[in-house]
Nanobody, 122 residues
Framework: QVQLRESGGGLVQSGGSLRLSCTAS????????MNWYRQTPGKSRDLVAS???????NYAGSVKGRFTISRDNAENTVYLQMNSLKPEDTAVYYC????????????????WGQGTQVTVSS
């Protein structure tokens, strides 16, 4: 069974920084994309940043220049460095990974972490 465990959320003042981490554990062949999403009550879960296994990145326009996604492939971990935080960044942040699994036939499966709360006070 694959699990994604997030950490690093919390309360920070506007202009501050936080670093989120997400580590995949379990039995699998490889991880392709690892992404961060965020969600506020009553709204959809939106993509914040994504990173392929080859290092390609993509960011939501609202976080470009402030957030940086990175990966440690050896540790199956993805990070989200969040700088210059704003109150509108307040949300539950979720890690997502596309994971290749299978003993005989390898297929891709999507997994979500449990979410970590980020609160930015003004």
């Amino acid at each position: 069974q694959v699990q994604l465990r997030e950490s690093g959320g919390g309360l920070v003042q506007s202009g501050g920084s936080l670093r989120l981490s997400c580590t995949a554990s379990g039995s699998f062949v490889s991880i392709t994309a690892m992404n961060w999403y965020r969600q506020t009550p009553g709204k959809s879960r939106d993509l914040v940043a994504s990173m392929t296994s080859g290092g390609g990145t993509n960011y939501a326009g609202s976080v470009k220049g402030r957030f940086t996604i990175s990966r440690d492939n050896a540790e199956n971990t993805v990070y989200l460095q969040m700088n210059s935080l704003k109150p509108e960044d307040t949300a539950v942040y979720y890690c997502y990974a596309d994971i290749m699994m299978g003993a005989t036939t390898v297929r891709q499966y999507g997994y979500w972490g449990q979410g970590t709360q980020v609160t930015v006070s003004s």
